[in-house]
C-alpha cells in the first residue's frame, strides 16, 4: 500500500513553489497527490488526510473525505460523497458506491460491494449528549459479500462471505456465509452462490450455480463450495 503522508520539509517546498507559479488555482490536496507519486486517481474535489494509507489502482471520486489512519487496498472504487473514517480496513477490490458513510470499526474483506446510501452504524444507543467514543462496535463484512441500496447494518453483527443484502433491508444479526436476507428486520430467505445467483438444494443438498456451475453442499445450516 502506499501511504498519503509526505516528508514536512519537502512538502513545505513543493508548496512555496506552487504557490508562486499557480497562486490559487490548484487544490493543496490535488498538489499532494501529485507529488507523492501515487498510483492511484482521486478527484481534485476529494479530501485525503495525511496518514491515509492507500493502495495501487484505486479510484476516489468527487466530494469524497479520506480520513487518517484508514487502510485502502488495492483496485478499490470509493464513489462520490463517501466517508473513509479512521481505522476502517478495506480489502483489495471494494466498490463503494455513493453516499455511504463507513464509520470506525467497519472491516471489510476483498472484493465486498456497498450499494448507494447503505448504512453503517457503530453506537447501539447514541445521545447527542453522551460521549460514546471508545465503544464503538464492530462490523466485519466477509469477501465477496454484497449489501444492497438503502441497506442499514446495525454494528456488532458480522455479515458473511459471499451473503447478500437485499436493498432497504435492516440488519440486526450475525449474517451466516452464501446467506441471502431481506426485509426489515432482515431474514434469511435463502442462499446464493459467489456469483449471486440463487441456489436451489436438491435432496442431497447440493446445489449448482446456474452461471459457473461450481456445486454447492448444505449441511448443518451451513453452505460450503465443493471442491472440483
Avoid at 56 to 70: A, G, L, R, T, Y
Avoid at 90 to 97: F, H, P, R, T
Avoid at 209 to 219: G, K, N, S, V
Amino acid at each position: 500500500m502506499k501511504t498519503t503522508s509526505c516528508p514536512k520539509p519537502m512538502l513545505f517546498f513543493i508548496l512555496l513553489a506552487f504557490r508562486d507559479i499557480y497562486p490559487g488555482q490548484i487544490p493543496v490536496n490535488h498538489l499532494l497527490l501529485i507529488f507523492m507519486k501515487k498510483k492511484f486517481y482521486a478527484h481534485s474535489s476529494a479530501i485525503i488526510d495525511e496518514g491515509a494509507e492507500i493502495g495501487e489502482d484505486v479510484k476516489i471520486w468527487h466530494f469524497s473525505h479520506i480520513m487518517p489512519n484508514c487502510r485502502i487496498g488495492d483496485k478499490c472504487n470509493i464513489g462520490q460523497n463517501v466517508v473513509i473514517s479512521p481505522g476502517v480496513i478495506l480489502g483489495s477490490n471494494v466498490k463503494i458506491q455513493n453516499n455511504v458513510s463507513v464509520y470506525e470499526g467497519v472491516i471489510c474483506d476483498d472484493d465486498v460491494f456497498l450499494g448507494p446510501s447503505m448504512v453503517f452504524t457503530n453506537v447501539i444507543n447514541p445521545r447527542s449528549a453522551v460521549n460514546r467514543r471508545g465503544q464503538y462496535l464492530n462490523t466485519h463484512v466477509g469477501k465477496g459479500a454484497s449489501i444492497g441500496a438503502n441497506a442499514t447494518i446495525i454494528c456488532g453483527h458480522d455479515i458473511g462471505a459471499y451473503a447478500m443484502v437485499g436493498a432497504g433491508a435492516v440488519v440486526t444479526k450475525t449474517i451466516p456465509d452464501y446467506a441471502l436476507v431481506v426485509g426489515n428486520p432482515a431474514k434469511q430467505i435463502g442462499w446464493v452462490s459467489e456469483y449471486g445467483h440463487r441456489l436451489h438444494f436438491d435432496v442431497r443438498n447440493i446445489a449448482i450455480c446456474p452461471e459457473t456451475r461450481q456445486q454447492y453442499q448444505l449441511e448443518n445450516n451451513i453452505v460450503k463450495k465443493i471442491s472440483k
